[in-house]
């Protein structure tokens, strides 16, 4: 309990500091101080209210004090990814200049689409960025179960397309499941990093072991391999930052490559093989059934050597002849072959510059949840961003993978703004939260 002169002191500090959510921070940092000076002059002999008093002289004027914290504890907005969004945004209507042949649409309705996925895009950002995130935290068993629920009801009702029943039908729009799902398993992995070291026992490891896993499996069950891959990466991403005692982490790893073995193996042996291999044989060797499996990386391939440095123009039936999807998981090659290889090159920097944005955005924070969660945030953009243009050369296995923000489709839209949100709420909040990370607590 501080004394009433104490509490006037810092009332009168915070009285100046604009940002409420700061306030009970700034309190508990000058309370220490306090004390700590009160009980210094009550050694030297003063009485307790005179100790009181000669610390809140030493301490300063109240008023100045917080003027002079006021700056420092304001809400910040990481006006780089924002201007990085909008340019994205702008060049994801790049592709569907032209239309889409394959529907034998006018541009026009794909980029009305496409702008309305946008819009709704914006206000997710928006209704993410201006809450207190740390109130997700302890939500992470909710969270999980949600992203059960939905393939749970993929499973029931979901809709079938191109083999895989992903696709939750909602009032006016199709969505895809998979995509939501991800997105709570991310949420529910960040919070239970939070507190990893709480699951010491064997029961709880077993119990990590199994939440780990199940996701994984429901998306081979789908099938959307690409989601898993995903997945796994976002979760060891978060797994290597998130301040696991050794023990338990050499614990978790040896089971988790141990499992990872055998259900490989089994997954090999299993029905679905028969697309797997044929996936893996087309990506070692494309030649040997050029017009069936490897006809899109001939097809890629023949699209990029036609580029030349500065392309052939957005209107140009041809591209769409040779590369079918070039508006979604194809979106880079087709830019590459429009306006060329000296745009392919900026883009690609521009991509980095994004993702290493929020990379290093994730130590500004002094909090560990919400470091979590923008590791997790830059994976979940890495992963797919690497993988989409790795496979236009062909070093990676093609799969259904979006460029985010630039290939067109709402529900990755929609997914990667819910993510950035968070990552800019972290971002905004940085200043605002208490440290919850040991070592930065001491320092």
């Given at each position: 309990?501080?004394?009433?002169?104490f509490?006037?002191f810092?009332?009168?500090?915070t009285s100046?500091?604009?940002?409420?959510?700061a306030?009970?921070?700034?309190?508990?940092?000058?309370?220490?101080?306090?004390q700590?000076?009160?009980?210094?002059?009550?050694?030297?002999?003063?009485?307790?209210?005179?100790?009181?008093?000669?610390?809140i002289q030493?301490?300063?004027?109240?008023?100045?004090?917080?003027?002079r914290?006021?700056?420092?504890?304001?809400p910040?907005?990481?006006?780089v990814?924002?201007?990085?969004f909008v340019?994205?945004?702008g060049i994801?209507?790049?592709?569907?200049?032209?239309?889409?042949?394959?529907?034998?649409l006018?541009?026009?309705?794909f980029?009305?689409?496409?702008?309305?996925?946008?819009t709704?895009?914006?206000?997710?950002?928006?209704?993410?960025?201006?809450?207190?995130y740390q109130?997700?935290?302890?939500g992470w068993?909710?969270?999980?179960?949600?992203?059960?629920?939905i393939?749970?009801?993929?499973?029931?009702?979901?809709?079938m397309?191109?083999?895989?029943?992903?696709?939750?039908?909602?009032?006016g729009?199709?969505?895809?499941?998979?995509m939501m799902?991800l997105?709570f398993?991310?949420?529910?992995?960040?919070?239970?990093?939070?507190?990893?070291?709480?699951?010491?026992?064997?029961?709880?490891?077993g119990?990590?072991?199994?939440?780990?896993?199940?996701p994984?499996?429901?998306?081979?069950?789908?099938p959307?391999?690409?989601?898993?891959?995903?997945?796994?990466?976002?979760i060891?991403?978060?797994?290597a930052?998130?301040?696991?005692?050794?023990?338990?982490?050499v614990?978790?790893?040896?089971t988790?490559l141990?499992?990872?073995?055998?259900?490989?193996?089994?997954?090999y042996?299993?029905?679905?093989q028969?697309y797997?291999?044929?996936r893996?044989?087309?990506?070692?060797?494309?030649?040997?059934?050029?017009n069936?499996?490897?006809?899109?990386?001939?097809a890629?391939?023949?699209?990029?050597?036609?580029a030349?440095?500065?392309?052939?123009?957005?209107?140009?039936?041809?591209?769409?002849?040779?590369?079918?999807?070039?508006h979604?998981?194809?979106?880079?090659?087709?830019?590459?072959?429009s306006?060329?290889?000296?745009?392919?090159?900026?883009?690609?920097?521009?991509l980095?510059?994004?993702?290493?944005r929020?990379?290093?955005?994730?130590?500004?924070?002094?909090?560990?949840?919400g470091?979590?969660?923008?590791?997790?945030?830059?994976t979940l953009f890495?992963?797919?961003?690497?993988?989409?243009?790795?496979?236009?050369?062909g070093?990676?296995?093609?799969m259904?993978?979006?460029l985010?923000?630039?290939s067109?489709?709402?529900?990755?839209?929609?997914?990667?703004a819910?993510?950035?949100g968070?990552?800019?709420?972290?971002y905004?909040?940085?200043?605002?939260?208490?440290?919850?990370?040991?070592?930065?607590?001491?320092s």
């Amino acid at each position: 309990m501080s004394s009433p002169k104490f509490e006037e002191f810092l009332s009168k500090v915070t009285s100046k500091v604009k940002s409420k959510e700061a306030h009970n921070m700034i309190k508990k940092e000058l309370i220490h101080h306090l004390q700590e000076l009160s009980q210094s002059y009550k050694k030297r002999g003063f009485s307790k209210e005179d100790a009181e008093e000669k610390a809140i002289q030493e301490m300063g004027n109240p008023f100045t004090i917080g003027e002079r914290l006021n700056p420092l504890h304001k809400p910040k907005m990481d006006w780089v990814l924002i201007v990085l969004f909008v340019l994205f945004a702008g060049i994801s209507f790049l592709p569907l200049v032209d239309g889409i042949p394959e529907f034998s649409l006018s541009g026009t309705y794909f980029m009305g689409r496409q702008a309305i996925w946008y819009t709704l895009a914006i206000l997710v950002i928006i209704g993410l960025l201006f809450f207190d995130y740390q109130k997700l935290k302890n939500g992470w068993i909710y969270f999980y179960a949600i992203g059960l629920l939905i393939h749970i009801y993929l499973h029931l009702f979901g809709i079938m397309t191109n083999g895989a029943k992903k696709w939750v039908s909602l009032p006016g729009l199709t969505v895809d499941g998979t995509m939501m799902s991800l997105f709570f398993f991310f949420l529910a992995w960040a919070g239970i990093f939070n507190k990893i070291n709480e699951f010491r026992s064997w029961k709880k490891q077993g119990l990590l072991f199994v939440l780990f896993w199940i996701p994984i499996s429901l998306y081979m069950m789908v099938p959307d391999f690409m989601v898993s891959i995903i997945y796994f990466f976002c979760i060891l991403g978060m797994f290597a930052f998130a301040r696991i005692h050794k023990k338990l982490a050499v614990n978790l790893t040896l089971t988790n490559l141990l499992a990872g073995i055998i259900f490989i193996i089994m997954f090999y042996m299993t029905s679905r093989q028969s697309y797997l291999l044929t996936r893996l044989s087309a990506f070692i060797n494309p030649t040997a059934d050029s017009n069936g499996a490897g006809y899109m990386y001939k097809a890629v391939r023949n699209v990029l050597s036609e580029a030349g440095w500065f392309g052939n123009g957005l209107s140009n039936e041809l591209n769409f002849q040779l590369l079918p999807e070039a508006h979604t998981d194809f979106a880079f090659p087709f830019l590459v072959y429009s306006l060329g290889w000296a745009f392919g090159f900026v883009l690609c920097l521009i991509l980095l510059i994004f993702i290493s944005r929020i990379s290093k955005n994730a130590f500004k924070t002094k909090d560990l949840y919400g470091r979590l969660i923008v590791i997790g945030g830059a994976t979940l953009f890495a992963v797919p961003t690497t993988w989409n243009i790795l496979m236009s050369f062909g070093v990676v296995p093609i799969m259904g993978v979006s460029l985010p923000f630039i290939s067109y489709g709402g529900s990755a839209i929609l997914f990667y703004a819910a993510v950035l949100g968070l990552i800019l709420n972290v971002y905004r909040r940085k200043d605002l939260v208490e440290p919850t990370i040991a070592d930065e607590i001491k320092s």
